[in-house]
């Protein structure tokens, strides 16, 4: 059986859309927004958290609450809406969970006790549930003695009042602001004539959209409006093979920059030019910000700084995508190991560099250089980082950096800096494989 990944795919008009065709889109666009807006409000609370999983309350209460009926919007559009704003809430959820476990870990005052009663809390639903709405808590006989034991020699109630604190404070409020785009049912459209038809909100009336290609999907899709030009995009989720690779055997080390985006353990670089297509964005929206605040009451609008900006991006994604390509075609890896990068630290005091900084895009090339990596059966591996730019990858012991250069006192190695990281990335990674293959090794001799 052949594996595959999801991933997502694009459709262009290859006309502009009529301006009575865009309002009739930019109408249901709008009334999406105004449901998810509306189960945001009404479901994103705490009080609300037993309503959510698994879900079918909140599609009940929603469709009782007469909204559909209001707006006028077919149930095609309505009920994607209510699941797609239920499930931006249950990752809320997850994302507060996982700031609120984070404290407790670098919490030195909870003792190994105090901790353990609050992940288990965390992670027993009606327990949590229970915490943060003050009900007593009604939980079967197995689970009613584990959190006795939880509980023995600790302070529930300040431990409790700590969780609903922190809940508090990182649980932030979701919002549907702008309508620019919907998703839409496979039965709310058919492909036909070169193009595609899409329902409205009048009945038996469909608008269509002529497009640049002839491909053809029974999926759920999502259309993404740009009504200043007149234009959109659909965004299709397809599932294509992962492609194997019987020449690619190569293990390499890489370390990523702001300069160059990769040098790897040989000291091949690929994305030479990367500095200078973030330099240049970082610097226009610096320069766009500058100008924004000293004109503020004056301003007529941003809609040419975004479209600028924009512009600027798609020609750094689309260099990123093809060194990332250029990589992996030259350097045929079976497994690349990558440090695991550290959290953004707090900006210093050159106000040029820290706009650098923060719009380095190592997210997107993180999560592209994974997406290709996944596609071609390579295996991203992320390594332990810590000092491992002060480490002599000759020697192992602790060097300095002059100017672009590694240098080790104690065995004279010498080398770009980059370089030294990408070959330290490499011993990391080959030491922490063997580590792992032991271990299983041992175990099945154990099991024998």
């Not at 950096?401 to 490499?426: D, M």
């Amino acid at each position: 059986m052949a594996v595959t990944l999801c991933k997502t795919t694009y459709q262009y008009n290859k006309q502009p859309v009529s301006q009575e065709d865009m309002k009739k889109l930019l109408e249901i666009a709008e009334d999406y927004r105004k449901v998810k807006s509306y189960v945001y409000q009404r479901y994103g609370g705490i009080k609300s958290l037993s309503k959510i999983y698994p879900g079918y309350t909140v599609q009940n209460e929603m469709t009782e609450s007469g909204l559909r009926a209001q707006l006028g919007l077919p149930s095609v559009y309505f009920y994607l809406a209510v699941f797609e704003a239920l499930g931006d809430i249950k990752k809320q959820w997850s994302r507060t969970k996982s700031r609120v476990a984070g404290c407790i870990n670098q919490n030195t005052n909870f003792t190994p006790e105090e901790k353990h009663y609050l992940r288990f809390v965390m992670k027993q639903s009606q327990c949590f549930e229970a915490v943060l709405t003050g009900k007593e808590m009604a939980l079967a006989k197995e689970w009613e003695e584990r959190y006795q034991e939880a509980a023995v020699g600790v302070d529930t109630a300040r431990l409790n009042r700590y969780l609903c604190k922190q809940v508090r404070r990182h649980l932030d409020k979701l919002s549907a602001e702008k309508a620019t785009g919907f998703s839409v049912a496979e039965r709310a459209y058919r492909y036909g004539d070169h193009g595609i038809y899409l329902s409205t909100k009048e009945k038996r009336k469909r608008v269509f959209i002529l497009l640049t290609d002839n491909n053809q999907y029974k999926r759920q899709i999502y259309i993404d409006l740009k009504p200043d030009e007149r234009n959109l995009v659909i965004h299709v989720p397809v599932e294509t093979a992962v492609r194997r690779h019987e020449d690619y055997h190569a293990r390499i080390g890489l370390a990523p920059g702001m300069r160059h985006m990769f040098v790897t353990d040989k000291g091949h670089v690929y994305g030479e030019r990367y500095g200078e297509y973030q330099f240049a964005l970082a610097e226009y929206v610096r320069k766009g910000r500058s100008v924004y605040q000293k004109n503020r009451r004056n301003n007529t609008g941003r809609k040419k700084y975004y479209a600028g900006k924009a512009r600027l991006e798609a020609a750094l994604h689309s260099y990123i995508n093809g060194e990332i390509n250029r990589l992996l075609e030259t350097e045929m890896p079976e497994e690349i190991f990558l440090p695991k990068l550290p959290q953004n630290t707090r900006a210093g005091v050159y106000k040029v560099y820290n706009n650098a900084a923060h719009m380095w895009q190592r997210g997107y090339i993180k999560k592209r250089l994974t997406q290709k990596c996944q596609e071609n059966s390579i295996r991203l591996v992320e390594v332990f980082a810590k000092n491992i730019g002060k480490e002599c990858s000759v020697c192992g012991a602790t060097g300095k950096k002059e100017k672009e250069f590694f240098v080790c006192q104690a065995c004279g190695a010498q080398l770009p800096e980059r370089e030294n990281v990408a070959r330290n990335a490499l011993l990391r990674g080959s030491a922490q494989r063997v580590s792992v293959s032991a271990n299983v090794t041992d175990t099945e001799i154990k099991i024998e």
